[in-house]
């Protein structure tokens, strides 16, 4: 069975720094893309970053570009999340997710419990 386990959340005060991490287990993580999520209260989840499977390749929300940084290392079957220069409104709930196509339409789709990001002076 797949576990994504997040940590790194936590008490931030506007332009400091976190670094979210997501360790995978039950899974040959090499083969899953992996992206970040976060859903403040009262809104939608939304995409914040992505990484493909090998980290040739890395996406962003134009909210976070240029301040958050995703990564990934393949023999700790984990991904990070650097966070620079946060404000308040990178408050939410950042929930780590795995992604697989199989082809066909198939696809696996897994998720963390999440890990809160608080940032307030």
């Known amino acids: 069975q797949v576990q994504l386990v997040e940590s790194g959340g936590g008490l931030v005060q506007p332009g400091g720094s976190l670094r979210l991490s997501c360790a995978a287990s039950g899974c040959t993580f090499s083969t899953y893309a992996m992206n970040w999520y976060r859903q403040a209260p009262g809104k939608e989840r939304e995409l914040v970053a992505g990484?493909?499977?090998?980290?040739?390749?890395?996406r962003y929300a134009s909210s976070v570009k240029g301040r958050f940084t995703i990564s990934r290392d393949n023999a700790k079957n984990t991904v990070y999340l650097q966070m620079n220069n946060l404000k308040p409104e990178d408050t939410a709930v950042y929930y780590c997710?795995?992604?697989?196509?199989w082809g066909l339409g198939l696809s696996s789709n897994y998720w963390g419990q999440g890990t809160q990001v608080t940032v307030s002076s």
């Open positions: 990484i493909t499977n090998a980290g040739g390749s890395t």
């Open positions: 997710n795995a992604e697989r196509s």
